[in-house]
C-alpha cells in the first residue's frame, strides 16, 4: 500500500503561482511513475504531469511551459509549481502513483487539492 498526501491547494489570482506538494509513504525511488491528474467539474480526470523513476517528465499540452513537475527522493515527496495560473485550470489535483511498469493505470491516489483560479 501507498499512501499519498497533497497539500498546497487555495485561491490565487490569474496570472499568480501555487506550489503543490505530494507526500509519499514510502520511498519514491522504486516508483515506476508518479503524476498530477485534475479534474474539473463536469469533467474527466486528465494528466497534468508526471515523473518517470528515471527523472523523465511529460506534460500535457495545456500546461507546458507553466507548469513543473519536481521530486525529493530523500524527502519522499512530488511537486508541482504552478506559475501564469489560467481560470482553466480550476480544478481538483491529484496525486497518483503507478509502481510498475507493465501497469496501465496508477493504482494508487491522493484525496485531492482544490486550487481555484479566479479572473
Known amino acids: 500500500q501507498v499512501q499519498l498526501v497533497e497539500s498546497g491547494g487555495g485561491l490565487v489570482q490569474a496570472g499568480g503561482s501555487l506550489r503543490l506538494s505530494c507526500a509519499v509513504s514510502?520511498?519514491?525511488?522504486?516508483?515506476?511513475?508518479m503524476a498530477w491528474f485534475r479534474q474539473a467539474p463536469g469533467n474527466q480526470r486528465d494528466l497534468v504531469a508526471s515523473?518517470?523513476?528515471?527523472?523523465?517528465?511529460n506534460y500535457a499540452d495545456s500546461v507546458k511551459g507553466r507548469f513543473t513537475i519536481s521530486r525529493d527522493i530523500a524527502k519522499n515527496t512530488v511537486d508541482l509549481e504552478m506559475s501564469s495560473l489560467e481560470p482553466e485550470d480550476t480544478a481538483i489535483y491529484y496525486c497518483?502513483?503507478?509502481?510498475?511498469?507493465?501497469?496501465?493505470?496508477?493504482?494508487?491516489w491522493g484525496q485531492g487539492a482544490q486550487v481555484t483560479v479566479s479572473s
Open positions: 497518483a502513483a503507478r509502481l510498475w511498469a507493465l501497469s496501465v493505470e496508477y493504482e494508487f
Open positions: 514510502r520511498s519514491i525511488r522504486g516508483i515506476n511513475k
Open positions: 515523473i518517470s523513476t528515471g527523472g523523465i517528465t
